[in-house]
């Protein structure tokens, strides 16, 4: 059984800090990974995605992973009260997608 | 250009009745997925196609679950007959798949199913 773990939050947050959100996955043949942001009654956007060893930066976000630890994370530098979401971990094996439970980020203005 | 696209929105039925959803996927992408939400859940994988041939069935229901893809690009689902704990979103998502790489998927808006 792929295994994908995630905090459940709700992580809270002050407008301008930065957000860190973490995964773990137990299938070592995953390439590829991503993160994908869920606003509440809306379907999952993807934000991120990243196939290698080390950080990838997207404007406010980077994503970090570490293929031998099995662990991937979401940083958000300079955090909004727009990024108040849930962020779910999807890494890829075999052509499809392992969803996390989500972790819940709340934004205080 | 035009995301996935979904139908319907919500869908509200009663207990052993039958209920379709169907999604039309982006233009170019040869994978199509159907998962399911349950509330505070991450999605589940139902099934996958690549072009018209179903490649991984395993969690979907067969018993009251099917599953078609025309001509390799529009899909739809069906349950027959619903029960309660069928209801959740019901996502269509669509991706570029090339030898087992995911490139990310898109995703439709969904279906809410209730089923009461």
């Known amino acids: 059984q792929k295994e994908v773990e995630q905090n459940s939050g709700p992580l809270s947050v002050p407008e301008g800090a930065i957000a860190s959100l973490n995964c773990t996955y137990s299938d070592r043949g995953s390439q590829s990974f991503f993160w994908y942001r869920q606003y509440s009654g809306k379907s999952p956007e993807l934000i991120m995605s990243?196939?290698?060893?080390g950080d990838k930066e997207d404007g406010r976000f980077t994503a970090q992973l570490n293929k031998a630890s099995q662990y991937v994370s979401l940083l958000i530098r300079d955090s909004q009260p727009s990024d108040s979401a849930t962020y779910l971990c999807?890494?890829?094996?075999?052509?499809?997608?392992?969803f996390g439970k989500g972790t819940k980020l709340s934004v205080k203005p | 250009e035009a995301g996935v696209v979904q139908s319907p929105r919500y869908k509200i039925i009663e207990k052993k009745q039958p209920v379709a959803f169907w999604c039309n996927p982006i233009?170019?992408?040869?994978?199509l997925y159907w998962y399911r939400q349950n509330l505070g859940q991450g999605p589940e994988l139902l099934i996958r196609y690549e072009n018209e041939e179903a490649v991984d069935d395993s969690q979907l229901p067969k018993d009251r679950f099917s599953a078609e893809r025309l001509k390799g690009v529009d899909s739809t689902l069906k349950i027959q007959p619903a029960e309660l704990g069928d209801s959740a979103v019901y996502l269509c998502?669509?991706?570029?798949?090339?030898?087992?790489?995911?490139?990310?998927?898109?995703f439709g808006s969904g279906t809410r199913l209730t089923v009461v």
């Open positions: 998502a669509s991706s570029l798949v090339v030898a087992d790489s995911n490139y990310g998927y898109t």
């Open positions: 999807a890494p890829g094996s075999q052509g499809n997608l392992i």
């Open positions: 990243i196939y290698s060893n």
């Open positions: 233009s170019g992408h040869n994978t």
